[in-house]
């Protein structure tokens, strides 16, 4: 019997890699179910995505009608499920230690978004920095630009980005803002060892030093457990007055509360934000700072990279049914 | 020079007035809103001790240059101070009109999130064609930039320059077609003058691949307004990123109605640590002229 394969979410760049991908390997299955009840009485011995043997996952669309894939719906999928391939780098709304007790393996897409969640990521910093979404809300509003304050807008060049997570990301707008030059610290659970020289590296007992040498900090982990909250009130305030917030990894590692009220106390400069708490709800407080640039999780929105995002995502799947393992297994399953 | 307007201005600029005798002049465009520009009329005007205005900005299109030559009295501007803050504008357009985060905004602002964004119509900037017209200070700084991604840079200028290094390919105005039909983006970097008024004009535009953007840093009237409209109603152009416009502080309403157009009010310079290094410099070929008798940055019209 040929695998059957689940394709939650559109294939909306990336169609004839995908038949080439599967023809002759796999059926695949559109996930159709227009809410979460109908999901799960789907994946019942005899629904319609009994015996799957692997899933595509888009979140964003697919979570509007299934909601995440969290302990609840893992623990109710088919015992034929072997492997998740979650399209983008994040892979937060898949709850990893509910799959591993299945024995289910789940796959995300690095690389394939780095370039352009980073040119997100620089963009923000240079609106933030410059004060250029108010500018441009000034014009729209016929003000031209009567309530610019050049005193706080500042150039790159010369200044110091740090950067949360080194990661693919983050590593590409270290290359980015290289050719400003801006200064450029990072810290990360380990010191990366193929990071270039300019990138200097802070270890946790330095944290403390690198965020107060910051004009912006740029957050690039993973949202888990242990990152959830991680840019709270404590090291908001270690970063110095006038600092610049930079957001495109997940809204939840930052504690949006304390975000706000290093806004309202002029502690920190402006932000520059792609992604929050709880997309697609934006906290309407942000909407009354002058000084945030705010962006609709769009990092990763062209059509380049959402194709070689699912063609990264498809082939993790095709390579776990000929080899029995795709290439982005993600790091919690190799530890 | 505190005069309200330029009546008050003339009067003080007469024999016994506050500013007779004045041999030098500091400059800044702001003075406009007050006295207007330095035109034939008010050059004309200026006490005869008046040797040399420092002008605050790379752009002087607002002082009449054949005037102040006929009068004897020299012009600098300045140059390189403005490079990096206004190259780094010109680098925000780019990646907004191509990846439509302008609208992008409004949509969230809107409380739409991301509903009408097309990922469709957004692009990446590597790997694509960047078109400087005019490789001086800001165009050579953004193609530094740029070419980071990096994006291919291609350029027109009157002359090959010299010194650019290999990565900025040379067009001729023989070969100027070639260079609009490879560009992703075409970014303005001419100062205004009489040759270059409405020189991105419809012929150039249409020259341009459909989908291209066009970014304007420079001054609004280099870029027919009209044609650019056109172009963008008809959907020939897939974006533009604006910093300048024809008759600031006026923006065409039409414009706004453009999704895919990013719009900034000339804010090129406008920060605190570029202002401070255009009014040094503007002030430092003030000072060179009182000690040396001229000041560095003599705009090129006294150098041919």
Not at chain 1, 118 to 131: D, K, N, P, V
Not at chain 1, 183 to 209: G, S, T
Not at chain 2, 95 to 101: D, E, G, Q, V, Y
Request: hydrophobic share 40%.
């Amino acid at each position: 019997m040929v695998p059957r394969i689940l394709i939650c979410g559109d294939i909306e760049w990336a169609q004839k890699e995908c038949d080439d991908l599967f023809n002759g390997l796999a059926e695949l299955v559109h996930m159709d179910s227009p809410d979460r009840a109908d999901f799960l009485a789907n994946s019942r011995p005899g629904g319609k995505y009994d015996s799957i043997v692997g899933i595509y996952h888009r979140g964003g669309r697919t979570a509007a009608r299934i909601g995440d894939l969290n302990k609840e719906l893992i623990s109710q999928l088919p015992g034929s499920v072997q492997w998740i391939a979650s399209l983008g780098a994040g892979y937060d709304q898949i709850d990893i230690d509910a799959c591993k007790e299945r024995g289910i393996r789940v796959s995300n897409t690095p690389k394939a978004g780095d370039d352009a969640t980073a040119t997100t990521a620089l963009y923000l910093i240079i609106s933030a920095l410059r004060l250029f979404s108010h500018a441009e809300r000034d014009l729209r509003a016929g003000k031209w630009k009567s309530s610019h304050n050049p005193g706080a807008a500042h150039d790159l060049t010369g200044r110091t980005l740090a950067i949360l997570g080194l990661g693919g990301i983050g590593l590409r707008l270290a290359e980015l803002v290289r050719a400003f030059p801006m200064r450029v610290l990072y810290h990360n659970r380990r010191k990366v060892e193929h990071a270039p020289e300019y990138c200097e590296y802070y270890p946790a007992e330095r944290l403390d030093e690198m965020l107060a040498s910051a004009d912006v900090l740029s957050v690039h982990v993973p949202l888990n457990r242990n990152t959830e909250g991680l840019v709270g009130e404590k090291m908001i305030r270690k970063l110095r007055k006038g600092a610049v917030i930079v957001n495109t990894a997940r809204g939840k590692v930052i504690d949006e509360a304390a975000l706000i009220r290093a806004l309202e106390h002029g502690h920190l400069g402006a932000v520059g934000l792609d992604v929050f708490p709880d997309e697609p709800k934006v906290n309407p407080r942000l909407l009354d700072f002058p000084n945030a640039t705010l962006l609709p999780h769009v990092g990763g929105a062209t059509w380049e990279t959402l194709r070689n995002m699912e063609i990264r995502a498809l082939t993790n799947l095709r390579d776990f049914l000929t080899k029995g393992h795709g290439e982005d297994l993600v790091p919690e399953f190799r530890e | 020079m505190d005069s309200p307007n330029r009546a008050d201005f003339f009067a003080s600029l007469q024999p016994g007035g506050k500013y007779d005798g004045i041999v030098g002049i500091y400059r800044h465009n702001i003075s406009a809103d007050h006295i207007g520009i330095f035109d034939k009329e008010l050059v004309s005007k200026l006490p005869s001790s008046v040797k040399w205005i420092a002008h605050n900005g790379a752009g002087y299109d607002q002082i009449d240059v054949v005037a102040c030559k006929e009068r004897g009295i020299f012009v600098s501007n300045t140059p390189g101070a403005v490079d990096d803050a206004t190259a780094t504008t010109a680098l925000y357009l780019v990646i907004s009109a191509l990846r439509l985060f302008s609208h992008a905004e409004r949509d969230l602002r809107a409380g739409k999130w991301k509903s009408s964004h097309k990922p469709g119509a957004a692009h990446d900037l590597t790997g694509r064609t960047l078109a400087i017209l005019g490789l001086g200070g800001i165009g050579f700084r953004l193609a530094e930039l740029a070419h980071a991604f990096p994006m291919r840079i291609v350029y027109h200028n009157r002359r090959k320059v010299e010194n650019a290094p290999e990565w900025c390919e040379y067009y001729p105005a023989e070969r100027l077609d070639e260079m609009l039909a490879s560009a992703d983006v075409l970014s303005v970097h001419v100062p205004l003058k009489k040759e270059t008024e409405g020189l991105v004009d419809e012929k150039i535009i249409r020259k341009l691949k459909k989908g291209a953007v066009i970014v304007n840093t420079a001054r609004g009237k280099v870029i027919d307004e009209a044609a650019m409209i056109r172009a963008l109603e008809d959907g020939h152009l897939g974006g533009v990123g604006l910093d300048v416009y024809p008759d600031e502080p006026q923006v065409n309403p039409r414009l706004l109605e453009f999704p895919n157009a990013t719009l900034l009010p000339h804010m090129g310079t406008e920060t605190c640590d570029s202002q401070k290094k255009m009014e040094i410099r503007a002030l430092k070929n003030l000072r060179d002229f009182l000690t040396k008798g001229k000041g560095e940055d003599l705009v090129p019209e006294y150098k041919q």
